[in-house]
């Protein structure tokens, strides 16, 4: 079984929106432990005694607004960047008999 997600950014019926971006990955359900485990690093880096408290999402990251507001550009951008490699390159040990070369 995978598990989805689907997202939205814009509004396609808004004509104040210049962009309507719709994004979604699937991940193989034994994935999401190796999956978590290789994000609690990157979240250490934001809150060491409390990995868990860090939420990764795009908007308040991109733009600073939030917690991220006292984080610099360039360590949300490789936050990001690091993310998206985990959910480009899945553990082939954890997909069901698929490898990349």
Same mark, same amino acid.
Do not use: C
């Given at each position: ?26 991940? *193989? ?16 880096? *934001? ?55």
């Amino acid at each position: 079984m995978h598990l989805l997600y689907l997202d939205e950014s814009g509004h396609s019926h808004d004509p104040s929106t210049d962009f309507f971006v719709l994004a979604g990955f699937s991940i *193989f359900e034994r994935s999401t432990h190796w999956l978590e485990a290789a994000i609690d690093p990157i979240a250490a880096r *934001f809150n060491p005694l409390n990995p868990e408290a860090i939420e990764f999402h795009g908007a308040p990251m991109r733009g600073g607004k939030e917690y991220w507001k006292a984080i610099a550009p360039a360590q949300r951008a490789q936050a990001v960047v690091d993310i998206i490699g985990l959910l480009a390159n899945p553990q082939p040990s954890s997909t069901p008999s698929r490898r990349r070369l």
